[in-house]
């Protein structure tokens, strides 16, 4: 089955940092960019993040840039999501997506990716 399972979600105070961790099984990611996305109650589903297949083209939202870095090891299957300084606005639950793709991660919308994990919550607060 293909699948995708995010992992590394918690409770943080504001300042602290969480790793995300994207891990696929039933296909290989080396043909896939990898997006990040989050949804906080009340709000519709956004873009945090993307890289390409190889990682050359990465591209983050304003909201998270300098903050949050992504990355990923082929080898391992597995994309990550580094946050760090997390404000109690980034509180949301946490997708990765793949979409089918060969040097760029920008231009795909939601409904062209092709496989979406389940989520994993973060919440930011004192």
């Known amino acids: 089955q293909l699948q995708l399972v995010e992992s590394g979600g918690g409770l943080v105070q504001p300042g602290g940092s969480l790793r995300l961790s994207c891990a696929a099984s039933?296909?290989?990611?080396?043909?896939?960019?990898i997006g990040w996305f989050r949804q906080a109650p009340g709000k519709e589903r956004e873009g945090v993040s993307c890289?390409?297949?190889?990682?050359?083209?990465?591209n983050y939202a304003d909201s998270v840039k300098g903050r949050f870095t992504i990355s990923r090891d082929n080898a391992k299957n597995t994309v990550y999501l580094q946050m760090n300084n997390l404000k109690p606005e980034d509180t949301a639950i946490y997708y990765c997506?793949?979409?089918?793709?060969?040097?760029?991660?920008?231009?795909?919308?939601?409904?062209?990716?092709?496989?979406w994990g389940q989520g994993t919550q973060v919440t930011v607060s004192s």
């Open positions: 997506a793949a979409v089918k793709a060969y040097y760029y991660c920008s231009g795909y919308s939601e409904s062209e990716y092709d496989y």
């Open positions: 039933g296909f290989t990611l080396d043909y896939y960019a």
């Open positions: 890289i390409s297949t190889s990682g050359g083209d990465i």
